[in-house]
């Protein structure tokens, strides 16, 4: 079959957005991978407009002031409005600017008005950015339970689960597959949370609930000499732990939703899944030492447990 024709623009932005899957969402690429061709390609440019707008927030030491940093943001989102209030993709053979943000713009809408990814999702995932922001109105460092740090998930992350499902092939999701979607959105941000506890603390956030660490004896100051010393004294451990179990039910949540995909979807998800659950296998191995390396596992292991995820299904 040959490839649907799209604009020089939308064909740029979904290479750029493939290169940033790549470069920084290695267990997404290789799952993606399995993937047919176009939602490949949905998932990178869902993929690249979340992390190139991530970077407006997150990118540290540069210089830019944080109300330059909200102007980036309300650039971005009046782009993606734009774009997806024309009602179709952009016609093919139409030339861009050479310009990242509306390249990925430019395949995300694509990618939106191809797949029926309803456009709402992005205020969500928006809000959440600006809670990340230094100088908004929404901004949040500190979360004292899971339940407030629910607000924010629910567009990082959980909302994204959702933008996938069409994409995956389910076009009128049920109430079922909609929460195991949002489920394991929220199992890999939490993830990332305990994975980044130093490099979140450098950037004075806190993301891991106060009220779950002050039950094990953990509050703020006791986060900043672990980090200090570049290790995890017992009472971190045994938040950390608390907190893997706590990951894992929520993986546990979404696999009746994974079950129900499409037999031609459901080895990505499954192998995305095992692997970036085998995270918290790597920070047990490590002892929990959080604050002294990034857990990172090992290729080989990585495409061991995607084997055996696949082998599963």
Do not use: W
Request: hydrophobic fraction near 40%; aromatic fraction near 6%.
């Amino acid at each position: 079959m040959n490839p649907r024709p799209v604009s020089a623009t939308v064909a740029c932005g979904y290479r750029r957005a493939a290169a940033l899957t790549a470069e920084h969402g290695r267990t997404y690429h290789l799952a993606a991978s399995l993937l047919p061709r176009d939602s490949r390609g949905a998932v990178y440019a869902l993929y690249g407009f979340a992390r190139f707008v991530d970077d407006i927030v997150d990118t540290p030491g540069d210089g830019v002031t944080d109300s330059a940093r909200l102007t980036e943001l309300d650039h971005a989102e009046t782009l993606l409005t734009r774009a997806l209030s024309l009602g179709a993709a952009p016609e093919p053979g139409t030339p861009g600017p050479d310009d990242p943000l509306t390249e990925i713009v430019a395949a995300l809408a694509d990618t939106v008005h191809r797949f029926g990814i309803p456009a709402r999702t992005f205020g969500a995932f928006m809000r959440s950015m600006r809670m990340d922001s230094p100088g908004s109105p929404l901004f949040r460092n500190r979360y004292r339970t899971l339940a407030e740090l629910s607000e924010y998930t629910d567009g990082s992350a959980a909302i994204i689960g959702e933008q996938m499902l069409p994409v995956l092939g389910i076009a009128e999701p049920d109430n079922q597959v909609r929460t195991a979607a949002r489920a394991l959105g929220d199992a890999f941000q939490l993830t990332n949370f305990l994975r980044d506890v130093a490099e979140d603390l450098q950037r004075d956030r806190i993301y891991l609930p106060m009220d779950e660490l002050a039950a094990f004896g953990v509050d703020e100051a006791h986060l900043r000499r672990c980090q200090a010393s570049r290790t995890t004294s017992a009472p971190l451990r045994r938040a950390l732990a608390h907190l893997i179990a706590v990951n894992r039910d929520i993986y546990r949540r979404a696999e009746p939703g994974i079950a129900r995909l499409p037999r031609r979807t459901r080895p990505a998800i499954a192998v995305a899944a095992a692997a970036y659950s085998e995270i918290l296998c790597e920070i047990e191995r490590s002892g929990y030492e959080v604050m002294a390396a990034r857990a990172v596992v090992p290729t080989p292991r990585k495409l061991a447990v995607g084997a055996a995820a696949l082998l599963q299904r």
